[in-house]
């Protein structure tokens, strides 16, 4: 998800963002001095410095000085004024990135009301505030509501403000960001370009909603298998958000997050952990080691663990983000779940599959409840619950699951999606281990012909790595060269 405009002035630099800040909490020091507290130019001031501290990612401070303002404000100019409708929806923001995404919904929905029935709603801020809701709700797993509540507001802004303006490119960020979640890649990655196109354009290549556009279209290449055009779009963003806004920047720190996850999925591991590494530690340090960027980020590193073979790294890891994330974002959070998934999945890579089969078992029903049995998040469940019955030989179980994730893969993503081929792979396993040598060929042959043919998988490609197929992995990819290869 995009995160919203900073409120330093240009050029923006590590040494302008300090300079500002510190600039910004001089005058809340001064205005309370002189003024007193709740003087509308102390509120003013108190309110810029927050929205700074949550670009900053220093969400707890922006909390308390939203929490602050917004009763003075109610107080001294009504609930439905123009500066107390800013300050409850700056709160909403800072509450929604600490993870409390039912007070931000409530606050939203607040001023919505407010403001179409004041504004209409066709004015910018109650537009602004349906899209702001709609991230709240895809903040809290809630992908339907988020989905709509985008595609209402994008088509609005687009009506009223036209396409290329910020308001516009900004929902059109975060409605690209859920397509992505929701496994729709190809329209996730057309908002994506079409984004990154009118930013180059209008704001230039530094600017850092320029970046915050390469970063998403990155992501969505990852998602898609397509690392060849990824990694180099995540090493540049990366570079760029070093220049601009510092090493320990939150935004910074998700571009090397991404760039990390593409270069586990490249299979290029030690660097992979290596910046996975890095990255928990400086967001510990910047967020706080139970925000829920560093939760999203130590899990992706467990994922690295998990993938070069060293499953009880993972697991070690992943058993107390479980218990964070159900605290934090309740037990049946999409993030929940899939740390829940990924810990049944090391649980079986470590040979503990009584409690790796009950864990995926729990998390099929969960995710089918939550998402609907074909949702990809689901089918990918599914797929590691086969993979599990496969490594304790209930291959019939196996092979039944199997064929059911391939045929749905098939009808929801395509028969070449590197999703697909990968189920295509597995179940070729499960058979060629059940003794059904022709049928496992067969879709060897498939899986093979399909990533050569789709993503020009070069001579190191999944053939020969077919003996270890049952261990859920993603489909091959188009390999870029790895970090310093010659």
Same mark, same amino acid.
């Given at each position: 998800?995009?995160?919203?405009?900073?409120?330093?002035?240009?050029?923006?630099?590590?040494?302008?963002?300090?300079?500002?800040?510190?600039?910004?909490?001089?005058?809340?020091?001064?205005?309370?001095?002189?003024?007193?507290?709740?003087?509308?130019?102390?509120?003013?001031?108190?309110?810029?410095?927050?929205?700074?501290?949550?670009?900053?990612?220093?969400?707890?401070?922006?909390?308390?000085?939203?929490?602050?303002?917004?009763?003075?404000?109610?107080?001294?100019?009504?609930?439905?004024?123009?500066?107390?409708?800013?300050?409850?929806?700056?709160?909403?923001?800072?509450?929604?990135?600490?993870?409390?995404?039912?007070?931000?919904?409530?606050?939203?929905?607040?001023?919505?009301?407010?403001?179409?029935?004041?504004?209409?709603?066709?004015?910018?801020?109650?537009?602004?505030?349906?899209?702001?809701?709609?991230?709240?709700?895809?903040?809290?797993?809630?992908?339907?509501?988020?989905?709509?509540?985008?595609?209402?507001?994008?088509?609005?802004?687009?009506?009223?403000?036209?396409?290329?303006?910020?308001?516009?490119?900004?929902?059109?960020?975060?409605?690209?960001?859920?397509?992505?979640?929701?496994?729709?890649?190809?329209?996730?990655?057309?908002?994506? $370009? !079409?984004?990154?196109?009118?930013? *180059?354009?209008? +704001? /230039? %290549?530094?600017? =850092? @909603? &320029? #970046?915050?556009?390469?970063?998403?279209?990155?992501?969505?290449?990852?998602?898609?298998?397509?690392?060849?055009?990824?990694?180099?779009?995540? $090493? !540049?963003?990366?570079?760029?958000? *070093?220049?601009? +806004? /510092? %090493?320990?920047? =939150? @935004? &910074? #720190?998700?571009?090397?997050?991404?760039?990390?996850?593409?270069?586990?999925?490249?299979?290029?591991?030690?660097?992979?952990?290596?910046?996975?590494?890095?990255?928990?530690?400086?967001?510990?340090?910047? +967020? /706080?080691?139970?925000? =829920?960027? &560093? #939760?999203?980020?130590?899990?992706?590193?467990?994922?690295?663990?998990?993938?070069?073979?060293?499953?009880?790294?993972?697991?070690?890891?992943?058993?107390?983000?479980?218990?964070?994330?159900?605290?934090? +974002? /309740?037990?049946?959070? =999409?993030? &929940? #779940?899939?740390?829940?998934?990924?810990?049944?999945?090391?649980?079986?890579?470590?040979?503990?599959?009584?409690?790796?089969?009950?864990?995926?078992?729990?998390?099929?029903?969960?995710?089918?409840?939550?998402?609907?049995?074909?949702?990809?998040?689901?089918?990918?469940?599914?797929?590691?619950?086969?993979?599990?019955?496969?490594?304790?030989?209930?291959?019939?179980?196996?092979?039944?699951?199997?064929?059911?994730?391939?045929?749905?893969?098939?009808?929801?993503?395509?028969?070449?999606?590197?999703?697909?081929?990968?189920?295509?792979?597995?179940?070729?396993?499960?058979?060629?281990?059940?003794?059904?040598?022709?049928?496992?060929?067969?879709?060897?042959?498939?899986?093979?012909?399909?990533?050569?043919?789709?993503?020009?998988?070069?001579?190191?490609?999944?053939?020969?790595?077919?003996?270890?197929?049952?261990?859920?992995?993603?489909?091959?990819?188009?390999?870029?060269?790895?970090?310093?290869?010659?």
């Amino acid at each position: 998800m995009e995160r919203e405009r900073g409120p330093f002035t240009q050029p923006i630099s590590p040494s302008a963002i300090a300079e500002q800040t510190a600039e910004r909490e001089q005058a809340v020091a001064d205005g309370e001095t002189t003024l007193g507290s709740a003087h509308p130019e102390t509120l003013t001031a108190r309110g810029t410095l927050a929205r700074a501290y949550q670009y900053l990612g220093r969400s707890a401070e922006a909390v308390e000085l939203h929490e602050k303002n917004l009763p003075l404000r109610e107080e001294s100019l009504g609930p439905d004024h123009a500066d107390t409708l800013e300050s409850r929806h700056d709160l909403a923001v800072a509450y929604r990135s600490l993870g409390r995404t039912a007070d931000a919904i409530a606050l939203h929905e607040q001023n919505l009301t407010v403001q179409e029935r004041l504004l209409g709603p066709d004015h910018p801020a109650t537009m602004a505030t349906r899209a702001a809701l709609a991230a709240a709700h895809q903040a809290a797993g809630h992908s339907a509501q988020a989905l709509s509540g985008y595609q209402e507001a994008l088509a609005d802004q687009e009506r009223v403000l036209g396409p290329d303006d910020p308001q516009t490119i900004h929902t059109r960020a975060n409605m690209a960001a859920a397509y992505a979640a929701d496994g729709r890649l190809p329209a996730s990655i057309a908002l994506h $370009e !079409r984004n990154l196109a009118a930013r *180059e354009r209008d +704001l /230039g %290549p530094d600017d =850092p @909603d &320029t #970046l915050a556009a390469q970063h998403g279209l990155a992501k969505s290449f990852a998602a898609a298998g397509r690392l060849v055009d990824s990694v180099p779009l995540l $090493e !540049r963003t990366l570079a760029g958000r *070093e220049r601009v +806004l /510092g %090493p320990g920047h =939150p @935004d &910074t #720190l998700a571009s090397q997050d991404a760039l990390a996850t593409a270069y586990t999925a490249a299979g290029w591991f030690d660097q992979a952990i290596t910046r996975h590494l890095a990255t928990v530690a400086d967001a510990a340090a910047v +967020l /706080g080691a139970g925000h =829920p960027e &560093t #939760l999203t980020f130590r899990a992706n590193l467990a994922g690295a663990f998990h993938r070069a073979g060293q499953p009880d790294e993972a697991i070690a890891l992943l058993e107390p983000i479980v218990a964070e994330r159900e605290q934090l +974002l /309740g037990a049946d959070h =999409p993030d &929940t #779940l899939a740390s829940r998934d990924a810990l049944a999945a090391a649980y079986a890579r470590a040979g503990r599959l009584t409690e790796a089969i009950a864990l995926h078992e729990r998390n099929v029903a969960d995710l089918g409840r939550l998402l609907g049995h074909d949702h990809p998040a689901t089918l990918t469940a599914r797929a590691n619950l086969a993979a599990a019955y496969g490594r304790a030989d209930r291959l019939p179980e196996a092979i039944t699951l199997q064929q059911q994730v391939l045929a749905e893969r098939e009808q929801l993503l395509g028969p070449d999606h590197p999703t697909t081929l990968t189920s295509c792979n597995n179940l070729a396993a499960a058979l060629a281990r059940s003794g059904q040598l022709r049928e496992a060929i067969e879709l060897y042959k498939r899986a093979h012909a399909g990533r050569k043919r789709v993503l020009a998988v070069d001579k190191h490609d999944e053939m020969d790595r077919a003996c270890n197929a049952f261990s859920p992995k993603p489909g091959a990819i188009t390999r870029p060269r790895p970090p310093n290869a010659a």
